[in-house]
């Protein structure tokens, strides 16, 4: 029979770390205290150390206890334990985190991640969730939704792939996700294949535009309110945080929530509870919460449109979508997809594009991104009475666009700076702003590494932690 119990797997450095955990965990768990583990490089010695471990304990579920100087020890561990115990699940406990190395811990084997400082109401449905699925409880189906959200993301760039393939990662955890990216770039496809990819998918996934409320209506539309509440409350309004109670809250236009409204919602995130307007009690919901933005919310907390509290909350896990100006390999995929879905529905002949309409299509900047292009093929439709669009059917609402394609060179040109500038932003954000470290990292002379930054104007205070 499958043990309910807990085993503590400490990688040392932090004693208060692990005490706070052990203190809320045996509330609800046995709990085994495993000794500190000694042997990281060796794999032999390693799995040996793990393997009585996890036999003496027996336990159901393994919290592995890290602090950042422990993060490439925890991989070792996380790897061992995927070869001794591969069915337990394991939640890294850790002090701090950034987004890539959650991912990193994810990939490494990881069920799910909690970073300090710990809170019970936080910690434990996470333990018990991931404990219910391994006992074989409450485990979600590939149903037709997580398969249909799926199928929505369509594209083969390396820079698309990047993103969509962190998908399954980040729905087998209940950690907060922060979705930045231009308009149009399917912020809300994302959330939902993480939604339906997740334990949650048998649950609401409740969609909420923050910049579509009026300030003065966020709070009940967030948190709901009782009869008599106010005046015109003649009858109770539950709230959409109840609505998705043991599901998702999507908040696309996360910066557009008025700062009164902010401190409330962090509150929320934080205890998970909320207070309906008019109610003197506080009520709990169980709500992974997904919030989106299409501008850069640092420089959102910078100006005072965004908490950072409230940033720092969400911004656990981040997905940057890419423009489609980005990926203009995925432009004839996109194009064609909705071709099929628009010739269906309207019931039309058309089944192509020409030449040159596909190459007005791949040279446009698409500020709309893949909404603006989605806009310009069922027009396209429309218009056209020929078997193939031809290009005078896309009508553009910019038609300042190129004559002809890119040369290779400057193609090439673009892609590289491109790359390099993602890539030098990437490394100074893993090392926190440290360009001596970045520069190591990047296997570049720290002089060279700096003219980069100076070339791209890259802002390294941005990356440093605030003091």
């Keep these: 029979m499958k043990s309910a119990g ?22 609800a768990f046995t709990i085994t205290l495993s000794p500190q583990l000694s042997n990281y490089a060796g794999a032999a010695a390693l799995d040996e150390e793990l393997a009585q471990m996890t036999r003496r304990a027996d336990a159901g579920l393994i919290f592995l206890i890290s602090v950042p100087p422990a993060v490439a020890a925890a991989r070792h561990v996380l790897a061992a334990l995927k070869r001794i115990v591969p069915e ?39 333990a018990w969730k991931a404990l219910k699925n391994f006992l074989g ?3 979600p189906g590939e149903g037709d939704p997580s398969r249909q959200q799926f199928r929505q993301l369509i594209g083969q760039s390396p820079i698309f792939l990047q993103q969509a393939q962190k998908i399954s990662l980040i729905a087998a955890c209940e950690a907060n996700v922060l979705i930045v990216g231009e308009t149009g770039t399917g ?27 009026p300030a003065e209506l966020v709070e009940n539309e967030l948190f709901g309110h009782l009869r008599g509440a106010f005046t015109s409350a003649s009858s109770l309004q539950v709230g959409l945080i109840e609505e998705a109670n043991g599901g998702t809250l999507f908040l696309d236009e996360i910066d557009c929530l008025p700062v009164h409204a902010q401190v409330k919602l962090l509150r929320f995130l934080q205890e998970k509870e909320y207070r309906p307007l008019g109610s003197s009690r506080m009520r709990r919901a169980d709500v992974r919460v997904i919030a989106a933005s299409n501008l850069n919310l640092e420089e959102a907390v910078d100006t005072g449109k965004v908490r950072q509290d409230l940033f720092y909350r969400l911004n656990i896990i981040s997905l940057t979508l890419p423009p489609l100006r980005d990926r203009r390999e995925d432009i004839p995929l996109l194009a064609r997809h909705f071709l099929a879905r628009y010739s269906r529905e309207f019931d039309s002949a058309v089944r192509d594009f020409t030449d040159e309409a596909m190459d007005m299509l791949m040279v446009y900047s698409w500020p709309g991104n893949v909404r603006e292009l989605e806009h310009a093929v069922e027009r396209a439709i429309v218009m056209c009475n020929q078997p193939l669009i031809q290009a005078s059917d896309i009508v553009l609402s910019n038609q300042a666009v190129a004559g002809k394609r890119e040369s290779l060179r400057e193609a090439k040109a673009k892609e590289i700076e491109r790359f390099e500038k993602n890539y030098i932003q990437g490394v100074l954000s893993a090392c926190r702003g440290n360009i001596t470290r970045a520069a190591q990292i990047s296997q570049k002379n720290r002089r060279a590494f700096w003219q980069l930054i100076q070339k791209y104007r890259i802002d390294v205070s941005r990356f440093k932690p605030a003091s």
Excluded: W
């Design 137 to 139: 409880e409450d485990i």
């Design 6 to 27: 807990a085993l503590l797997l400490d990688l040392g450095g932090s004693s208060s770390l692990s005490s706070k955990l052990q203190r809320i965990l045996e509330t």
């Design 187 to 213: 912020k809300e496809l994302y959330a939902r294949a993480i939604h339906y990819g997740s334990a949650r998918a048998g649950r609401p996934f409740m969609p909420v535009n923050c910049g579509a409320i």
């Design 88 to 126: 337990v699940p394991v939640i890294v406990a850790l002090e701090d985190c950034d987004s890539a190395q959650a991912f990193e811990l994810l990939n490494a084997g990881a069920t799910d991640f909690i970073a300090a400082p710990f809170q019970q109401i936080d910690v434990l449905p996470r």
